[in-house]
């Protein structure tokens, strides 16, 4: 779908944009008028589709991409690009204007938001924004235990053992009678995949329902 992109004739005399190479302005001017982009100056485009628009080598777009990267001017997050001065080019007062950027902004995954907040995009109301939409925090890989590391899927698996280890008083409940070590047992494989992780964990677990004698 075609859009009308309106390009400041300052742009020229610009000093950054004098400094760098030709070959480096069409770029440039290609990320800014890309047919695919939007108000807030966020969006999905591949290395493939810019060499494809724009002829340049891949090895080009990729060194130059990396280039404004490191002149923080444009941020590549995946197959997203991130104008991060593309608001203050914007009338900002403008409440259409803001509405498409924080329209934008909601599509955005949490981690790619997190990261438009850690480089700093130019939106004055981003603050504001993610006070009225907080960032959900990131979910650890694993979960420290004594020392030891324990997986996700590990803590699921020890949170439901642990169901298995109460000591109830009064009556047994009816049924065959079940030692304390058959009450305890480990399916064998887990045992396998993570025995000593494992071990150390239930032995925390026989502690603290006091089945484990000093």
């Avoid at 100056?41 to 340049?56: A, C, K, M, N, R």
């Avoid at 887990?190 to 239930?202: G, M, N």
Wanted: aromatic share 10%.
């Amino acid at each position: 779908m075609s859009r009308q992109s309106y390009i400041d004739t300052f742009f020229w005399s610009d000093p950054w944009i004098q400094k760098i190479g030709s070959a480096q302005k069409y770029l440039f001017l290609y990320l800014l008028t890309y047919p695919e982009g939007n108000v807030a100056g966020i969006y999905e485009v591949t290395d493939s589709q810019i060499v494809h628009d724009t002829g340049l080598d891949i090895e080009d777009v990729q060194r130059f991409l990396a280039f404004f990267q490191e002149e923080r001017k444009v941020y590549r997050w995946k197959d997203y690009i991130i104008m991060k001065n593309w608001p203050k080019h914007q009338n900002i007062h403008s409440p259409k204007i803001t509405a498409g950027i924080e329209r934008i902004l909601g599509t955005l995954s949490p981690d790619l938001l997190r990261y438009v907040v850690e480089v700093d995009y130019q939106y004055p109301n981003l603050a504001e924004y993610i006070e009225n939409h907080p960032l959900k925090p990131r979910k650890p890989d694993t979960l420290s235990n004594g020392g030891d590391t324990v997986s996700n899927r590990d803590n699921e698996v020890l949170h439901s053992t642990s169901l298995n280890l109460t000591i109830r008083d009064g009556p047994a409940p009816k049924g065959p009678a079940l030692s304390r070590r058959e009450e305890c047992e480990i399916p064998s494989p887990v045992v396998d995949k993570s025995k000593r992780t494992f071990e150390h964990a239930l032995g925390s677990l026989r502690r603290a329902v006091g089945m484990e004698h000093s």
